[in-house]
């Protein structure tokens, strides 16, 4: 019963906040910079989360995450209400990655490149997120990473990320699944004593 | 640490590491665009099928509807010419075929293609060989309808046995719509009798001017046709009263087959889909880190219990999963089979059989015609089964016969009707004995369902159904009374009928609290055959 009303409540909470975000977006649209503002502050986790996981690069996630808010800016007043405003910012946001990863002569998919989630401009990160970011990201694969830190991160479902990364459903349940496995046993070994 | 507690933690290490530089781009943002732009210029380098699926179809349709109207009419204006062009380039009517694929036909008042789109990544793999649709483009209507149901047999979308294709016919002159509907109907069932003949064809006439539906989310890569069949379930199943958008998206993951399964069963629940089946059937079996193992999921949600059939296919066999439809429990399946491989690996270069397979068998499950002697073939699967109904080729109609690998071992599942009477029997493939065998009457008389089945050990069974049945629940009600519980205190509840040399028993299943109960009861008197507890 208790995880039935957990569920209910975060399915409401996710539908509240696809509602709140649509709305802002409408009122980006007329100009609004304090809607402008408020999406930017809930919305940049996500949008930088999606560019690091794609381009494996602080620094370039940083200039991508600002040329999308730029760009929903420009191109505002096009928003149109529909199902999923997150899905429709971050795809700009993947876009915007893609084209730059293009442009950079590297290619779409990034490999097995070093993970490095930590800006340099932040020398003070606290010890926990150091090993949930750092350790524990690079211990998955690109693609488990780039899964789980959009299904944390952006609140998108399995079937919007799929869709977003264009890969199979299954792929992406399967690769979720496998890297999740993989995080919980390395917390769990390091909060061992 | 749960799930959910370690991606919040992620969560929130990620805010605080991402860089906060909101003034950096207020200063970059300077007079927004005034005009209106399609979302798909905003949307660069997305692909096609992507671009149909972001545009707010009703909308969309309703726009260029108008447009092609205006367009005749200026060019009827300007003189003869436009009529031609009006007959050539104006929609009359869109035609989408819906499996799980869908694609989207625009077809002018000819019935000649006037072009032929993939909606979603399935559709456009199905289409790759005609070029992604654009060879389809000035061809008659049926044929192209033709040359992509024969696309989706070659590509694996209609060989299940419960395969559904939805057909619908989307025009304002209903009288057209309802012709195309019938013609083709006609066409595609033709093509399947002889290359598909499990599947069903579902159809359905659309109103162009009705109003807009409702759900058409960002990335749902849906047909209008399909939208309606996942509303005809929401008003089935209640959630469209409640305006849920959460149940559409659901809904709209699904197949054609799976959806036709909850209409046909006014099953209001919403199942987990086939992704989340095979993705449970891969953990229960221990095979996800596998990138070797393939899946093939047939869904049966209008079985008692509702469940998906699992088919994963390694290096050293076949494996049959049964998956609860809605909790994704595994009901049944081999557990943890790289702990029952010898090889124990991805991909093994001799790989030692699992105990339960024998060598003939195992080492090739695809191709098992080449084997020769260790299996049967298809004639003499169906024979078995017909003699073991008593009935001969002629009495019988609707044949559908299924090859199964079932943990190693080649099984045909067969289907056939005589008269009123449906038979389901699953042939050892190996033997020939029949290892299972089902008896719908669906006669006029009382309810008009009856159901029977036994099971044979050796290929030496009779059909005993008998009249004398307690059901299941007096089953469950005799099991439960004799361990002094009540079905409220029970969890994981399974009554399943069985026959045992000839006798008709239930096999009843709970928990309560750490204790497992476990009883055979005799299905004709209620009697307590046997009985475990187990803490």
Not at chain 2, 382 to 395: R, Y
């Amino acid at each position: 019963m208790l995880a039935a009303l957990c569920l209910q409540t975060t399915e409401e909470e996710s539908e509240r906040r696809r509602r709140e975000l649509d709305q802002l977006l409408l009122q980006v649209g007329q100009g609004d910079r304090e809607a402008f503002a408020r999406l930017y502050s809930l919305t940049r986790g996500a949008v930088y989360a999606l560019a690091l996981s794609l381009l494996q690069d602080t620094h370039e996630a940083q200039d991508v995450a600002q040329d999308t808010f730029v760009r929903v800016w420009e191109r505002g007043p096009s928003y149109r209400s529909q199902g999923s405003p997150m899905a429709w910012l971050l795809t700009v946001a993947r876009n915007l990655a893609w084209s730059r990863l293009r442009h950079s002569g590297r290619q779409v998919e990034v490999g097995e490149e070093a993970w490095n989630a930590l800006p340099a401009s932040m020398p003070e990160v606290s010890p926990e997120d150091r090993v949930v970011l750092q350790e524990g990201l690079a211990s998955l694969g690109a693609e488990e990473r780039r899964i789980i830190l959009l299904h944390a991160v952006t609140g998108l479902k399995h079937r919007e990320i799929a869709a977003l990364l264009e890969q199979p459903l299954s792929t992406v349940l399967s690769k979720y699944h496998r890297g999740l496995k993989k995080l919980k046993s390395l917390m769990k070994g390091e909060n061992e004593p | 640490m749960t799930d959910r507690e370690l991606e919040l933690k992620l969560a929130a290490a990620l805010e605080r590491t991402a860089p906060d530089d909101f003034e950096a781009i207020l200063s970059r943002c300077g007079v927004q665009n005034g005009s209106v732009t399609e979302l798909k210029e905003l949307v660069q380098d997305q692909k096609v099928i992507d671009v149909e699926a972001v545009e707010v179809k009703p909308k969309k349709r309703l726009n260029r509807w108008l447009a092609a109207a205006c367009a005749a009419l200026v060019l009827a204006g300007a003189g003869g010419g436009g009529l031609i062009y009006h007959q050539s380039y104006a929609v009359a009517s869109v035609v989408s075929l819906d499996v799980n694929p869908s694609i989207e036909l625009k077809v002018n008042r000819a019935e000649g293609v006037i072009s032929c789109t993939a909606l979603n990544t399935e559709a456009a793999a199905v289409l790759f060989d005609m070029n992604g649709g654009a060879d389809l483009k000035g061809t008659k209507l049926d044929v192209a309808v033709n040359a992509i149901v024969g696309a989706l047999v070659r590509e694996g979308y209609l060989d299940s046995i419960s395969s559904a294709i939805l057909i619908s016919v989307e025009d304002n002159d209903q009288e057209r719509a309802q012709r195309l509907q019938a013609e083709l109907v006609a066409s595609v069932d033709g093509v399947l009798q002889a290359q598909a003949p499990g599947t069903s064809v579902l159809s359905q006439v659309l109103d162009a001017d009705a109003p807009a539906l409702e759900y058409m989310t960002f990335d749902s890569g849906l047909s209008t046709g399909k939208s309606a069949l996942v509303q005809k379930v929401m008003e089935m199943n209640g959630t469209l009263a409640l305006n849920s958008t959460d149940a559409f998206d659901k809904l709209a993951a699904l197949s054609v087959e799976e959806l036709n399964d909850l209409l046909k069963a006014g099953e209001k629940r919403i199942p987990i889909g086939k992704a989340a089946a095979a993705t449970a059937a891969e953990e229960y079996a221990g095979t996800l880190a596998m990138n070797s193992v393939t899946t093939d999921v047939d869904p049966e949600l209008d079985e008692n219990p509702p469940h998906y059939e699992v088919e994963l296919k390694t290096v050293w066999g076949e494996f049959e999963y049964i998956v609860d439809a809605f909790t994704g429990e595994v009901l049944r399946g081999q557990k943890d089979l790289l702990n029952q491989s010898p090889a124990g690996q991805d991909s093994p270069v001799n790989p030692a059989p699992p105990p339960a397979a024998e060598n003939n068998v195992w080492q090739d499950p695809g191709n098992s015609d080449t084997i020769s002697g260790t299996v049967i073939d298809q004639e003499t699967a169906k024979k078995a089964a017909l003699d073991n109904a008593g009935l001969s080729e002629s009495d019988v109609t609707d044949w559908k016969v299924e090859r199964e690998w079932d943990d190693g071992r080649l099984e045909y599942e067969i289907e056939f009707w005589c008269g009123t009477t449906e038979y389901d029997c699953t042939v050892d493939g190996h033997t020939g004995a029949i290892l299972k065998c089902g008896i719908d009457h669906h006669g006029n008389s009382g309810s008009g369902h009856h159901s029977d089945s036994h099971h044979s050990g050796a290929g030496t069974s009779t059909n005993t159904a008998t009249s004398a049945d307690i059901g299941q629940e007096a089953a469950k009600a005799a099991a439960l009374a004799h361990a002094g519980v009540t079905e409220s205190q029970a969890v994981k509840l399974k009554v399943e009928r069985d026959w045992d040399d000839g006798r008709l028993e239930y096999e009843v299943k709970f928990e309560v609290g750490r204790m497992e109960y476990e009883y055979t009861i005799d299905g004709a008197t209620g009697a307590i055959l046997e009985y475990e507890w187990d803490d």
